[in-house]
């Protein structure tokens, strides 16, 4: 069973926009303490690029891509979104969608991959001419 499935990546053009989702089961979405958006290129490690602390709807962005990238939910979905604007050829990676349902990571910690119990398998996005 998958408790998260990503979807929407895709390639564009520089300056573009897409909007990620992810879907999360019931089960895990109503446990969910924080949701995380994060993307791998080749040869690199993973990185945060959003995370959305439900409880107090707080969200957090990495400077590479605040001002850019706007992570938003839909309760009555059960789903994640990621939109990000202005895209650049640094934006391209596999992108995933974690929850962390154990309660555990403190705001400092959002972007660490190892406080997410959960993850989807990825979608992936490609900026480029």
């Known amino acids: 069973q998958v408790d998260l499935v990503e979807s929407g990546g895709g390639s564009v053009q520089p300056g573009s926009s897409l909007k990620l989702s992810c879907k999360v089961s019931e089960y895990t979405y109503s446990r969910s303490v924080l949701v995380g958006w994060f993307r791998q290129a080749p040869g690199k490690q993973r990185e945060a690029v959003a995370g959305f602390f439900f409880r107090v709807g707080l969200a957090f962005y990495p400077d590479s891509v605040k001002g850019r990238f706007t992570i938003t939910r839909d309760n009555s979905k059960s789903t994640v979104y990621l939109q990000m604007d202005r895209l650049q050829s640094e934006d391209t990676g596999m992108y995933y969608c974690?929850?962390?349902?154990?309660?555990?990571?403190?705001?400092?910690?959002?972007?660490?991959?190892?406080?997410?119990?959960?993850w989807g398998q990825g979608t992936q996005v490609t900026v480029g001419s």
């Open positions: 974690a929850a962390d349902t154990r309660g555990s990571v403190s705001f400092r910690d959002w972007s660490l991959p190892s406080h997410y119990n959960n």
